[in-house]
């Protein structure tokens, strides 16, 4: 439990320190979508609200305990955070339109596939503004779901101990 509680700490402390240039939410997209097509979400991890830290922190938590009780069983969370609708990789990523005011943005991303345009989409970031700059506060699904949501959901009839 500590560990989680240092955890959350250092994720609230660290909130947008890797995403502070980001001082548009076009420039936040541009990030998203570098990160994403590099297969490394690191910087987006760094550019969390503080909420939504703490629900990230959380689900970690829940996935991990998971993964102790029962090691040969793939948990919730065993293929990362869902970043975007739909795991499988794009290898076009771009921002669409952008939706903001001085408080909170709305910044579509749309990911796109080379062998099958049939299979692009497009997601939602929803952002809000901070003393840092912009920070991600939730993504809205081509799905209609919504990453929050979809956490929530992932531990829901899982018995964690």
Do not use: H
Request: aromatic share 8%.
């Amino acid at each position: 439990m500590l560990r989680l509680v240092l955890t959350a700490i250092g994720l609230l402390l660290t909130t947008a320190t890797a995403m502070a240039a980001s001082t548009t939410p076009a420039d936040f997209g541009d990030a998203f979508c570098r990160a994403s097509l590099d297969g490394d979400m690191s910087p987006i991890e760094d550019a969390l609200s503080p909420a939504l830290s703490i629900i990230v922190v959380d689900a970690w938590a829940k996935s991990d305990a998971l993964q102790a009780a029962a090691p040969d069983e793939k948990p919730p969370l065993g293929d990362g955070l869902p970043w975007r609708s739909w795991q499988d990789y794009a290898d076009g990523c771009d921002v669409g339109a952008i939706e903001s005011n001085a408080d909170t943005a709305k910044v579509e991303i749309n990911y796109s596939f080379t062998s099958d345009s049939a299979a692009n989409y497009s997601d939602r970031l929803n952002l809000i503004k901070t003393d840092k700059g912009w920070v991600l506060d939730d993504i809205e699904y081509d799905t209609g779901d919504a990453l929050r949501t979809s956490l929530a959901a992932s531990f829901v009839d899982q018995p964690i101990n």
